[in-house]
């Protein structure tokens, strides 16, 4: 069964800290995407990647980077989270025209305190 | 600038009924509309929708697109207590791998 993996379904974290979300497919995807969730405002994109090394802004990068060292690993950086990063990440990874639509990871709830 | 659009946000409904979930879509190169149900975790696919399949059906779901009104809707008959969940829609555009997903709609549906 094909699979995205996020590392953590549940993390709390202090204002400040620099936090790693880590997302893992095991599909040979090329394309690899993070997305924010939160009621009323539907999935935000944050960044995306095509292929390894590379990577392009989404919708919402500001406090954000990534990191996609091997094909299969797609890296979430908070480099100073703060409260209002709060939310629900989604990692998501495609073929490269996403006719198919994304196979998703089953998300990390952080809490910034 | 391409876009998607869900109504309701939210619906609150009793078991038995049946209910319709809108999707909009403003896109410049349109190749598929996607439909998900999220519970507590990942999205799971539901349908997939395109030019060459406009009607699709499983069990009590099932979903249209309207070409012509760039639009699809969500139908679930004799809804249960398992249907609450987020339904999210999204068109994939032919010219990138980058879904473009709409607002989502919760539903809850009690006993």
């Known amino acids: 069964d094909v699979k995205v993996t996020q590392s953590s379904r549940y993390l709390v974290k202090r204002t400040g800290e620099k936090v790693f979300l880590e997302c893992v497919q095991d599909?040979?995807?090329?394309?690899m995407f993070w997305y924010r969730q939160d009621p009323g405002l539907g999935l935000r994109l944050i960044y995306f990647s095509y292929d390894v090394k590379m990577k392009e802004k989404g919708d919402i990068p500001e406090g954000y980077s990534v990191s996609r060292e091997k094909k299969e690993r797609f890296s979430l950086i908070l480099e100073s989270a703060s409260t209002n990063q709060t939310s629900m990440y989604l990692c998501?990874?495609?073929?490269?025209?996403?006719?198919?639509?994304?196979?998703f990871g089953s998300g990390t709830r952080l809490t910034v305190v | 600038e391409d876009k998607v659009v869900q109504s309701p946000l939210s619906l609150v409904v009793h078991e038995g009924d049946t209910v319709t979930l809108n999707c909009s879509y403003e896109v410049t190169n349109f190749r598929s509309l996607l439909w998900y149900k999220q519970e507590k975790k990942a999205p799971t696919f539901l349908f997939m929708l395109?030019?060459?399949?406009i009607e699709k059906k499983s069990g009590r779901l099932s979903s249209i697109l309207d070409k012509k009104e760039l639009s699809s809707i969500l139908n679930i008959t004799a809804t249960q207590t398992g249907d609450s969940a987020i339904y999210l829609c999204a068109v994939v555009p032919s010219n990138t791998g980058k879904l473009i997903f709409g607002q989502g709609t919760t539903l809850q549906v009690k006993p």
């Open positions: 395109t030019s060459s399949g």
């Open positions: 998501a990874s495609s073929t490269p025209q996403g006719y198919y639509g994304y196979t």
């Open positions: 599909m040979d995807h090329e394309n």
